[in-house]
């Protein structure tokens, strides 16, 4: 009897309408927040090498030359992810979509996966 309710528990029986707000709001945490702070940290890492190597003497200077040569490529690797992951969105096709459309089989073609007419979904088999 428990594993017929365990779903219920777990709340796993919940439209995919829960688990798309999940993964969208994640993404948009990603995009918007994590992003961001990562490129400005990396910048951060970059300046504080040029601060050690301006300002120091000796074993100071490598430090801060090590410090900007990691920064840099912090920089561009963040940059080449950043460029690969648009540049394999637009060839797939992917594009700014908030969603990805969900296929389903019967039901009426004329609604998206949103329900509204018009969401740029267009079925397949027409």
Sequence with gaps: MGFITLPLLVKAQEPLGGTYRFFFQANNIVSNYLVP???????????WGIVKYIWGEGHGKDDGRKIMIWGVIAL???SSIWG???FLRREVGIGDQ???PIPTIGGDSSSGPTGKAGDGYTDPIK
């Design 76 to 78: 561009f690797v963040m």
């Design 84 to 86: 690969i992951i648009y």
């Design 98 to 100: 908030p969603y990805m």
């Design 37 to 47: 702070i990562a490129f400005t940290l990396a910048l951060l890492v970059f300046f």
